[in-house]
């Protein structure tokens, strides 16, 4: 069974503090690692597709990394607009994609 | 990306009664899926609707609880069925664009009281 843990939990930084979010997986297959950003009350939306250990990808002030066992995002100089909770999900064939908890990230002023 | 809509964005239900969500899409798509996410907690898959056939869903889900119907390649919808307050959650339709990436709608949020 395919399994996905974020950590931290929570995160509170002040704005211009770069810091990363984990997230380890446990999939038979990885076929796919997505990000999400969901603020409250609303859908997650797509970040970013990770396919391979070794991939990179980076928008604005985000970039995620991948390795065989894990996935890091990455925040560059986090502005208060960042604040949200990040979701980490695999798949490994099929179309399921299983979540993680997530990380609720808070930037500061 | 494709542009979902949910309907209703919100609710409040007494027990005992039943919803109908529908979930929009701006573009045909193949497959599309619904989710729960509890409060505080994470997204879990309750079904995948291929249109044209009958919806797939996971452990711990049932067709009886949570009826889904695909028409067409842009329309679904969910039905909580006989709910309780454990019903209370968010629920989510979201598609499959490309390459096993989703794209979620708004939500609905359920109370059941």
């Known amino acids: 069974e395919d399994q996905v843990t974020q950590s931290p939990e929570a995160l509170r930084l002040q704005e211009g503090e770069s810091s990363s979010l984990n997230c380890s997986y446990t999939?038979?297959?990885?076929?796919?690692l997505f990000w999400y950003r969901q603020d409250p009350g609303k859908g997650p939306e797509f970040l970013f597709t990770?396919?391979?250990a070794g991939e990179e990808k980076e928008k604005e002030r985000l970039k995620a990394t991948l390795t065989k066992k894990e996935s890091f995002l990455h925040i560059t100089a986090p502005k208060p607009e960042d604040s949200a909770t990040y979701l980490c999900?695999?798949?490994?064939?099929?179309?399921?994609?299983?979540f993680g908890t997530g990380t609720q990230l808070k930037v500061e002023l | 990306s494709a542009v979902i809509s949910q309907k209703p964005s919100r609710d409040i239900c007494q027990r005992g009664t039943s919803l109908t969500i529908q979930c929009q899409v701006d573009s045909q798509v193949t497959m599309m899926f619904w989710y729960r996410q509890q409060p505080g907690q994470s997204l879990t898959l309750i079904a995948t609707a291929n249109q044209g056939s009958e919806a797939t869903y996971e452990s711990g889900f049932v067709i009886d609880k949570f009826p889904i119907s695909r028409p067409n390649l842009t329309f679904s919808t969910l039905t909580v069925s006989n709910m309780s307050p454990e019903d209370s959650s968010i629920y989510l339709c979201s598609v499959e664009e490309r390459s096993y990436e989703q794209y979620f709608g708004p939500g609905t949020r359920l109370t059941v009281t």
């Open positions: 999900a695999v798949t490994g064939g099929g179309n399921k994609l299983t």
């Open positions: 990770l396919y391979s």
């Open positions: 999939v038979s297959g990885l076929r796919g």
